[in-house]
């Protein structure tokens, strides 16, 4: 144990409290100050980013809802009417939207981040979802975009997405970095009947199928993911480097960080995750990375909500490790060893 870390234990241990009594709440603390390197650590300018982006996969009826909700959701982010910005609202976040590649030519919105590497993905049943080319671009404008925030004193940054058919590609990239069947990875999504579900499950089998050879985190993102998750991933590997915490919402955003990690693995120590998400595979992918979610709210929503839920959380943490007294500035008596 390092000299920082001894002084961090002993002043989360000797707060007016038994040890431990704050729990989960005392890890979050931890993590916050570590990432900081400061015992007394600050949330400063806190943003969540939305990646949004359409995906060719999405033709074979692997959702529940039509493309062209993507765009009209996006339009809804950068009017303030969606459950992120409700949240976001409420907790003193600011929202940043990104077209990474959205099927639909916006107007010049000012509210919105324009970042499009392209009207979409291509279908993976057929080819990769995307060249070489097109992801190294995503790359590079997620670790742009965090330098900008970073320009602007933000030193925590939650991660949200947008983009129909991206949980089938979250699922793709489940299975192939964490080597286990398809059927665990896969879930209902938007909301898929029976039938609905057991078509996607036949779609993607195809998939894995086609591009069975590939291992490589880089180039998993390629064959499965869409520009909005290719782009996140980029961010996440970013916001380690710049020294930021990360918070990471729930499926999707997992499946990315777990392609992120396998491609940088000390990104984990600047990550926290938001919540257990009620899609299926989620806890195996968190298990996995040996991470407990903060909250447990059965949310399926995506946008980074679970991101905006889990800050006052955090909040929390930081607080009490700058301002609850300890025992000898409270006068107050520790535990008795007997």
Do not use: W
């Amino acid at each position: 144990m390092s000299d920082f870390q001894e002084k961090l234990a002993q002043k989360i241990d000797t707060k007016t409290k038994p040890l431990g009594a704050l729990g989960q709440l005392e890890e979050v603390a931890e993590k916050v100050a570590t990432v900081q390197g400061k015992l007394s650590p600050e949330l400063l300018n806190p943003h969540i980013v939305v990646f949004a982006g359409d995906h060719g996969l999405a033709k074979e009826g692997v959702s529940a809802y039509p493309a062209e909700v993507t765009p009209q959701m996006v339009l809804n982010f950068v009017r303030g009417g969606a459950g992120i910005n409700v949240f976001c609202r409420q907790n003193g976040l600011t929202l940043k939207v990104v077209d990474a590649g959205v099927n639909f030519a916006f107007d010049d919105i000012d509210q919105l981040e324009h970042r499009k590497v392209g009207f979409g993905t291509r279908n993976s049943v057929e080819q990769k979802a995307m060249t070489s080319f097109e992801f190294r671009e995503c790359f590079e404008h997620g670790i742009e975009i965090v330098r900008d925030l970073k320009a602007q004193g933000c030193n925590v940054l939650g991660f949200g997405e947008m983009g129909i058919g991206n949980t089938s590609a979250s699922a793709l990239l489940m299975h192939r970095l964490l080597d286990l069947p398809l059927e665990e990875c896969v879930g209902r999504g938007t909301g898929l009947d029976d039938e609905g579900f057991k078509a996607k499950l036949e779609i993607l089998e195809k998939v894995a199928q086609r591009h069975a050879t590939i291992e490589d985190p880089l180039e998993v993102m390629q064959a499965f993911g869409g520009f909005e998750m290719a782009m996140m991933m980029g961010a996440m590997v970013e916001a380690y480097e710049q020294g930021m915490l990360l918070l990471v919402d729930g499926f999707i955003s997992t499946a990315v960080f777990l392609c992120a990690v396998k491609f940088r693995p000390e990104v984990q120590r600047n990550a926290l995750f938001s919540h257990l998400s009620d899609e299926s595979g989620h806890k195996k992918m968190l298990d996995a990375l040996g991470e407990k979610p903060l909250l447990s709210l059965n949310l399926r929503l995506g946008e980074g909500t679970g991101c905006a839920l889990a800050y006052p959380i955090v909040q929390s943490a930081v607080a009490f490790l700058n301002e609850m007294a300890s025992f000898q500035e409270a006068g107050v008596s520790e535990k008795v060893e007997v």
